[in-house]
Nanobody, 122 residues
Framework: VQLQASGGGLVQTGGSLRLSCAAS????????MGWFRQAPGKEREFVAH???????YYTRSVKGRFTISRDNDRNTVYLRMDALKPEDTAVYYC?????????????????WGQGTQVTVSS
């Protein structure tokens, strides 16, 4: 399995970005997908996940601002990020679950993308 993340960049506070993650290697529609992030000097943390049905779950700090979605025809998962804050600055990683469902723990996932940098300036 390969996961290729893209879409990161530099944006001002209040701006928006959309991250994409293209997956290959196994039946994409059968697996839940997730996004995690790691800020400088901090541990990697859960951001959002979406199961095989399209049901999404978010960490509290991004709920209402971020939207995770998936396109099974394109084998791609997206993370739309609106109302960005400086504390959202991090490297964002997409990841594929070991099953059709997922949770907020890294142990639920077995494949990881290379990460894409998101920087929000104040």
């Amino acid at each position: 399995v390969q996961l290729q993340a893209s879409g990161g960049g530099l944006v001002q506070t209040g701006g928006s970005l959309r991250l994409s993650c293209a997956a290959s290697g196994r039946t994409f529609s059968s697996y839940a997908m997730g996004w995690f992030r790691q800020a400088p000097g901090k541990e990697r943390e859960f951001v959002a996940h979406i199961d095989w049905r399209g049901v999404a779950y978010y960490t509290r700090s991004v709920k209402g601002r971020f939207t995770i979605s998936r396109d099974n025809d394109r084998n791609t998962v997206y993370l739309r990020m609106d109302a960005l804050k400086p504390e959202d600055t991090a490297v964002y990683y997409c990841t594929q679950s070991k099953s059709s469902y997922a949770n907020a723990y890294e142990s639920a996932y077995d494949y990881w993308g290379q990460g894409t940098q998101v920087t929000v300036s104040s």
